[in-house]
């Protein structure tokens, strides 16, 4: 991940608000591990530690799965309570 994806984020976060920019992020990361992974072992039929894949269009594809359609992967508000009733 690099500042380019960070800015991408930054954005996000800005347009859909801190949780569903969050889970925005998390959406984006297990899309692109699958289809990573697939495509290294299909397409490279190896796997070199040196590959790089972008991954800013996924961070897109999740925004927009949370935006159009509202997946929830992490409750935000749950995990608030769960933060302030663990600390005391």
């Known amino acids: ?3 380019g994806d960070a800015k991408l984020m930054l954005g ?3 347009i859909l ?3 569903a920019g969050i ?4 959406l984006a990361f297990w899309i692109a ?3 990573s992974v697939i ?6 039929k190896k796997f070199k530690p040196k590959t790089e894949i972008p991954f800013g269009p996924y961070l897109i594809l999740g925004m927009y ?4 359609f509202h997946v929830q992967v992490l409750d935000v508000a749950m995990l608030k309570e769960i933060i302030i009733n663990w600390q005391g």
């Open 33 to 35: 591990a699958a289809v």
């Open 65 to 68: 799965l949370v935006f159009l």
């Open 23 to 26: 889970n925005a992020m998390i």
């Open 17 to 19: 608000g801190i949780g």
């Open 12 to 14: 996000i976060g800005w």
């Open 39 to 44: 495509w290294l072992f299909v397409v490279y």
């Open 1 to 3: 991940m690099g500042l």
